[in-house]
């Protein structure tokens, strides 16, 4: 099969295509004929050699895919084969074949393409777990994501409006400003000449954030405590900016916050599979009525990784970036 690999770290230059043996599955595991990859931050780090894959997943990088399955391990009964999925992985998916526990794929929900389905795993799976299962969103509270355009941000922007809250994004450009407000955001903050702090402070009448979302770090870290509510909680998903070399910790104190963050990649299979069944009973539902739908970007032939990766390094995208095999190609034709 078709492969991209990271033969040595560095820039997007270093990706290369390669040929690969088609991976076997496991016991519980199903093989993907894969139409389409979403592009993530932790592959460009992967890239780097400053997030290297967990033990035992391929060095292929690529955390979700979506496709055909071709082929079941001995003791998978989820899917069958035919079915279309789309599924969370360790690693492997910039590839045109690609293995997954069957309880970290959910079906492709209806009125989605192969594109629009890859672009759901790894954003949706993050935001779920970190705004919902860790940082409580209930109705009726505020909001405040930071990168509001990104893969992380437009996904965090339409799943917190469709479960009440109000909504507070940052944004670099006017573009992304009115991309974040037709996604539904209430308030989108332009962080180049407005102070997100003060912004926010004026939308809640002073009360402040009860939640931040956070892919940026460094120097964010004491203004988020200073955005944010009494009993606040700040759900760190980035570092993007590296760590805050000094930080006042008595606003945390003072605000009784909560300020908590995880990784998707490290967590076990029965973790994810806890995700993808609340995934599947709360939000497939709102793709199925398309009332909510991923933001797709740009997508790239498979072979054009290096071009993908060189564009989200950039920050001029707005949603997310999908690579596509031939066989996604193809069916889409």
Known sequence: ???????????????????????????????????????????????????????????????????????????????????????????????????????????????????????????????????????????GETVLIHGGSSGIGTTAIMLSKAFGAAVLATVGSEEKRQACLALGADLAIHYPTQDFVEETKRFTQGKGADIVVDIIAGDYVARNYRAAAMNGRIIQVGVQHGPTPELNLMPMLAKRLTHTGSTMRSRTVQEKSQIAQELEQHVWPLLRQGQIKPVIFQTFDLVQAAAAHALMESGAHIGKIVLVTAAGRAASS
């Open 1 to 139: 099969m078709l492969a991209i690999d990271i033969p040595r770290y560095g820039g997007p230059e270093v990706l290369t295509a390669c040929t690969r043996p088609i991976p076997q599955t496991g016991e519980q595991d199903i093989l993907v004929r894969v139409e389409a990859a979403g592009v993530n931050r932790p592959d460009i780090l992967q890239r780097k050699g400053i997030y290297p894959p967990p033990a035992g997943a391929p060095e292929i990088p690529g955390l979700e895919i979506a496709g055909t399955v071709v082929s079941l391990g001995a003791e998978a009964t989820r899917f069958s084969i035919g079915d279309k999925v789309c599924a969370l992985v360790p690693g492997g998916g910039y590839a045109e074949f690609c293995v997954a526990h069957e309880s970290n794929a959910l079906p492709v929900p209806y009125g989605l393409g192969m594109i629009e389905a890859a672009a759901l795993p790894e954003t949706f799976f993050t935001v779920w777990a970190n705004l919902f299962q860790r940082g409580g969103l209930k109705a």
